[in-house]
Every structure is written in structure tokens, then in C-alpha cells.
């Protein structure tokens, strides 16, 4: 058994020091690029701003902006596919110490320095950078931006922040590596909001993985009434068949590449007329009541979508390895397919099914320009399903199809 509150100790009175080994030689030049800010002293920039902090007041990268087009920020990429940041302990360690420091070879990079690269990268250049291993640190940069709100502040709308709570660390890190299924929540008991801060849980590795998730599920709806567990319920059929309590989220299980971007601990429960918010219970046989309201049902949910993709439909439709844009379209035709009775669009399905593509999506920036691109891809997908029904065929062009794959529209929804 590990004394959980001894090791919050140790981690916030130590400084992390974390190798990771040598890297490539013209990687360590521009690398020290980056963290020294030579090609374009984006510190400078944000220490200008932070004289005066105020929400959201950082300007957006211009599009073509040159100081982006330097292999020294795909290196931030290559940086964070280090196996370190695939660590789920590491998120613990790195966010309760003093201080941190990033070691790659001999170049030494502070844990703070990185971070505001991360926010500044993430926030303002999105349009720009390639933000595929994103994911990976989700952790870790949600922890440091709400730790350090003076600086992230000024790249964030005041209405779109939030703590996280210790449920979206524990979901973030269904990416992240941990030898043993149940440190998914050991893991992580320190983080998150004040929400789960009474939660009474001693690590007890003498039970098996299925009852530290149960016993994690009950001790959180009883001590915080929060529903937003049922968030992050995912059951495939082996898990489904394993746990007796299907209303309790297996979090050693989930897609790979799955992350929520959208934190459910940012909204406020619903409420009746009179302000009642219902509170859960559970029974003696462990069954969990509650009281909500159906407001719409999903009549379509697509596979995920990968790099091996082939098509459902029975159009001849050749799918390029990769094609975003084929594979959308494919999605598209299904759910043509469905021709529901209870239809609320009418004529505006394609317009429907882009803006449902689009909910959700990471997006920071100008919304003018994101809805422009996405009409881009509904006149294309509105005349390609026309020649499809004209004569059974889809007239793909080489180019068209590398200028949509290519579009940042598709990269951010996607």
C-alpha cells in the first residue's frame, strides 16, 4: 500500500529532473532554438502583455506568419513523442514539483519555458503547426496553464476557463502509459478541482482492477453528487462483459487516440424551473438512480476513423490511404443513407452533418474564416453526391482532393 499523502509531500518539496537521453545534433541546434527564442522572441511578446494581464488579449499569429515556417518548431513535435511524456506517474511528479527541468541530451530546458511555448503554439498558431502529439501532453498542459492563470489568462476568453477536474485528468490520460490498470486513478488523486477533494480513497493494490474502479465510481457519487462520471463511460464487449456495474467507466480502456477537448466540468448541471438539481443514488444491489430528460436521440454514429479506412457504402468509391476528405464523404453517404422520417433539416442535411463535424473541434481563431472553409467542402461534398446520383460514379480529382486533405478545416475537426 502507498501512503498517498506522503508522496504529495515528497513531490512538492523536490525539484523533477527529467533525461531523455541524446538526441539527433542538428535536432539539439534547433531545439535550442526554440527555448532560446532566436528566430522570433515570442518571449519578449508575452512578457509584454503580462504587465498588464487581462483575459484573452494575446493576438493571433498572422496565417503566413514566417517566423512558423522553420523546422525548429516541428521539432517540438518530434520533442513530444519522447517516451517520457507517454508516463501517466510523470504527470504527478512533474505538476506537484517546485520546479522541473527538461533535460534532451546536453540542452537543458526549463519545464516553465515549455509550457508557455505550448500555450503560446497551441493558442495563437494552430492554423499553422502541426499539433498531432497534443494529445500526449494534454495532461501535463492542462495542469501547468491552471496552475500558472496570470500567464495563460491572456490566451484564453474568460468564459472558456476551467479547472479541470480529477474526472478529465483521469480522461485525458486513457492515452498516457501505466503498467498497473488501477494507478489510472491512484495516479492521479492530488489534481483537479476542489470538487473530489473529500473523496476518501486508499490505494489498495490487494484488489483487483474491476473493484478499485467500482469502489472509485460509488465513494465519487456519493461524496460529490457530480453525474459527470457517466461522461466517461466507454464499454467495448470485453469490458461490458467484465464489470457488473456498466454505469462505471473502465479507464484502461478507450480509443487510443481518444481526448476530450471539451471538459464536462465546465458546465452546470440542468435544473428544473424551480432550480432542483436531482441527486443521484445507489442502491443495495449497486444500480445507480437518477432523474434527467431526453431532449434528442442519436441516430448515427460513424466508425472511427483511421488511416486504413474502407468504404460501407456500395458506391465505387476508391479510398486513398489517409484521405481525410474521402473518408468525411464516405461518412457523409452513410448518413444520407439513413433517410430519416423525423428529418428536421430538409434541404440543409449537408450543411447539418458539417456543423455537427465541426461541434466540439479545437478551434481558437476566426470563426468567419473557419465557416468560409467549411463551405468549401460542402459545395464540393453538394456537387460530388449530385454526379454520384447522376451517374453512379465519383468524379475524384487528384488535385482537388490533395488542396481538401490539405485544408486546415479538416485537420481541426477531424
Not at 511524456?85 to 506537484?96: C, I, K, N, T
Not at 462483459?241 to 481526448?259: A, F, L
Not at 431526453?294 to 474502407?310: A, E, M, P, Q
Request: aromatic residues 14%.
Amino acid at each position: 500500500m502507498i501512503d498517498q499523502a506522503l508522496y504529495h509531500s515528497i513531490y512538492s518539496a523536490r525539484n523533477d529532473s527529467v533525461t531523455e537521453g541524446i538526441p539527433e545534433d542538428h535536432l539539439v541546434s534547433t531545439f535550442e532554438s526554440v527555448s532560446n527564442g532566436s528566430d522570433f522572441d515570442y518571449r519578449t511578446a508575452v512578457e509584454q502583455y503580462l504587465s498588464t494581464p487581462r483575459w484573452n488579449i494575446f493576438p493571433f499569429v498572422e496565417e503566413e506568419a514566417a517566423h512558423l515556417r522553420g523546422p525548429e518548431w516541428h521539432l517540438m513535435n518530434t520533442f513530444a513523442q519522447k517516451e517520457w511524456f507517454d508516463r501517466g506517474w510523470v504527470v504527478r511528479e512533474a505538476s506537484l514539483a517546485q520546479k522541473a527541468v527538461v533535460l534532451w541530451g546536453d540542452t537543458e530546458l526549463s519545464w516553465d519555458t515549455m509550457h508557455r511555448i505550448s500555450l503560446w503554439t497551441g493558442r495563437r498558431a494552430l492554423k499553422d503547426l502541426d499539433m498531432t502529439q497534443a494529445v500526449r501532453i494534454r495532461c501535463h498542459f492542462e495542469a501547468y496553464r491552471t496552475q500558472n492563470q496570470n500567464f495563460s489568462s491572456v490566451f484564453f476568453q474568460e468564459v472558456d476557463w476551467f479547472e479541470p477536474s480529477l474526472l478529465d485528468y483521469m480522461g485525458f490520460a486513457r492515452t498516457l502509459r501505466l503498467k498497473d490498470p488501477r494507478d489510472r486513478i491512484y495516479a492521479f488523486l492530488d489534481l483537479g478541482s476542489k470538487l473530489a477533494h473529500g473523496l476518501n480513497i486508499v490505494p489498495n493494490y490487494t484488489d483487483t482492477p474491476s473493484k478499485v474502479f467500482q469502489d472509485f465510481a460509488i465513494n465519487y457519487i456519493i461524496t460529490t453528487k457530480d453525474m459527470n462520471l457517466l461522461y466517461h463511460v466507454m464499454h467495448d464487449e470485453t469490458s461490458i462483459k467484465d464489470i457488473s456495474m456498466t454505469w462505471v467507466p473502465r479507464w484502461d480502456s478507450g480509443p487510443e487516440n481518444m481526448v476530450h477537448f471539451v471538459s464536462p466540468s465546465a458546465y452546470q448541471p440542468l435544473r428544473s424551473r424551480t432550480g432542483h438539481v436531482s441527486n443521484p443514488a445507489i442502491s443495495e444491489d449497486n444500480a445507480l438512480h437518477v432523474q434527467g430528460l431526453i431532449f434528442d436521440t442519436v441516430c448515427f454514429t460513424s466508425s472511427i476513423l483511421t488511416g486504413s479506412y474502407s468504404t460501407s457504402t456500395n458506391v465505387p468509391l476508391t479510398i486513398v490511404s489517409g484521405s481525410l476528405t474521402q473518408m468525411t464523404f464516405d461518412v457523409w453517404l452513410q448518413v444520407r443513407a439513413l433517410k430519416l422520417s423525423n428529418n428536421p433539416y430538409r434541404g440543409k442535411l449537408l450543411e447539418a452533418f458539417f456543423d455537427a463535424l465541426a461541434t466540439g473541434s479545437f478551434y481558437y481563431g476566426d470563426l468567419a474564416t473557419l465557416r468560409s472553409k467549411q463551405w468549401k467542402f460542402i459545395d464540393l461534398f453538394r456537387r460530388l453526391t449530385y454526379q454520384m446520383d447522376l451517374t453512379g460514379y465519383i468524379p475524384w480529382d487528384s488535385v482537388d482532393l490533395s488542396n481538401f486533405d490539405s485544408s486546415s478545416f479538416l485537420r481541426q475537426v477531424a
